[in-house]
């Protein structure tokens, strides 16, 4: 029998040669509680993700529009369900984890604690929210743990999808009218900033960080995924014609990157501790949504039981 040395060492030579540790591989406890926590913060910010634009599903304003806002929101259901898999090979139940969402226990992104306002918003969403969970994401698909990245490999793919159509909306505003391009705008700047807090907090306030990079689990830190989703950005916001709120926002030909602000922390740090403008009502609804599919859970699970005779 191998001992604890042995499996130790061999974990550190899967992660040091960049491969993946499998379900059944052994992996300090430590590893194992790091993955829980980040794939069921990240299972649970796609559920809770689809309620901000699934509030304008039944305002959309064509057919079209409809359809593609209707396809974006339940790709995000079935996000939440492959990181929840995901999570359970880790040896947890999705009941547990869903149980801590629900008590506020386990956190998800801090953006869907902010309101959709109008339309506009929809598009702000797809083109900023979205463009940042790609350039967070698109990393992840690399991850030490095999489930984990296997999974955000097929979200990579609709995630682009989310962030064109939100373009592309922007884009139709845009060439309409002047009220439509000063909604566009007015989303613009409410979202700028909480979009820049999606990568979490500064690198030196960030304490997790390197030792999830060490274990390959993060591939890039916070503030570097920062920077690259501003550069990847500000020509966006020029083809589009709008303007980043940011009056520090500057091209630095030394660095040959961008200079930017800083969000306020503060209010990242407010809206994570349960302070945010809809934390309150996004949890409501969460927990209602959940009472109300009580009865299909047992139904799913009574015709579980009749299909398999002898599996109890
Ligand atoms: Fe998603
Ligand atoms: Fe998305």
């Not at 499998?22 to 809770?48: F, G, N």
């Not at 008590?103 to 900023?128: E, H, R």
């Not at 979205?130 to 793919?157: E, F």
Request: contains cysteine; glycine residues 8%.
């Amino acid at each position: 029998m191998p001992g604890q040395a042995d499996h130790q060492a061999h974990f550190d030579e899967v992660i040091a040669r960049h491969d993946r540790i499998e379900p059944r591989d052994w992996m300090p406890d430590a590893y194992r509680r790091t993955l829980v926590r980040q794939i069921a913060q990240h299972a649970h910010s796609e559920i809770i993700g689809m309620q901000p634009e699934g509030n304008w599903i039944s305002r959309a304003p064509s057919l079209r529009r409809k359809a593609i806002l209707l396809a974006k929101v339940q790709d995000e259901a079935g996000h939440g369900l492959y990181l929840y898999s995901a999570a359970e090979t880790l040896g947890v139940s999705r009941d547990d984890l869903v149980a801590m969402l629900l008590s506020g226990k386990q956190k998800y992104s801090s953006i869907f604690n902010y309101p959709t306002l109008s339309y506009a918003d929809v598009g702000t969403i797809g083109w900023l929210v979205d463009g940042a969970a790609i350039c967070n994401q698109v990393p992840l698909c690399r991850t030490s743990y095999g489930p984990y990245g296997r999974a955000m490999i097929r979200i990579c793919k609709e995630e682009s999808f989310h962030q064109r159509q939100g373009y592309e909306l922007l884009m139709t505003m845009m060439r309409g009218t002047p009220e439509q391009r000063d909604m566009v705008q007015e989303s613009v700047n409410r979202f700028w900033w909480p979009s820049l807090m999606m990568f979490g907090p500064p690198d030196e306030s960030s304490p997790n960080t390197e030792r999830s990079m060490a274990w390959g689990i993060k591939r890039n830190s916070n503030d570097d995924l920062r920077q690259k989703f501003v550069d990847m950005t500000v020509p966006q916001a020029q083809a589009l014609g709008v303007s980043l709120p940011d009056p520090s926002l500057t091209w630095n030909a030394d660095r040959g990157q961008h200079d930017f602000g800083q969000p306020d922390w503060d209010e990242l740090f407010a809206v994570i501790r349960g302070d945010g403008p809809c934390n309150t009502q996004r949890l409501a609804h969460r927990r209602r949504a959940h009472e109300d599919g009580a009865w299909v859970r047992e139904a799913a699970s009574a015709f579980a039981a009749q299909e398999e005779p002898g599996h109890g």
